[in-house]
Nanobody, 126 residues
Framework: QVQLVESGGGLVQAGGSLRLSCAAS????????MGWFRQAPGKGREFVSA????????NYADSVKGRFTISRDNAKSTVYLQMNSLKPEDTAVYYC???????????????????WGQGTQVTVSS
């Protein structure tokens, strides 16, 4: 059973940067696409970014395009989310997720991910 552990969240001023990490363990990681989602207070969970198994294909929500960068290191079983030019509306709990083994292409759909981390809080002050 896969385990995902996020880290790197915190409190930052608007315009600042944070780098989130998600370490995976428990099953083959390198053949699966990975994603980042977020959930703000009182709102549903929404797609942020995803990356294919190889790292060659990425996808971003329009709201973060040009500010966030997703990457992965399969040797370390870790996926990253570099967040720059943060805005107060980026405040949320950020979750990483992994698709089932062999599902290598990116997806924006929550239901297509079968394992989730516990989340890390990102708070952006104005």
């Amino acid at each position: 059973q896969v385990q995902l552990v996020e880290s790197g969240g915190g409190l930052v001023q608007a315009g600042g940067s944070l780098r989130l990490s998600c370490a995976a363990s428990g099953r083959t990681f390198s053949t699966s696409a990975m994603g980042w989602f977020r959930q703000a207070p009182g709102k549903g969970r929404e797609f942020v970014s995803a990356i294919s198994w190889s790292g060659r294909v990425t996808n971003y929500a329009d709201s973060v395009k040009g500010r966030f960068t997703i990457s992965r290191d399969n040797a370390k079983s870790t996926v990253y989310l570099q967040m720059n030019s943060l805005k107060p509306e980026d405040t949320a709990v950020y979750y990483c997720a992994v698709r089932p083994v062999g599902q290598a292409i990116v997806s924006v759909t929550i239901a297509q991910y079968d394992a989730w981390g516990q989340g890390t809080q990102v708070t952006v002050s104005s």
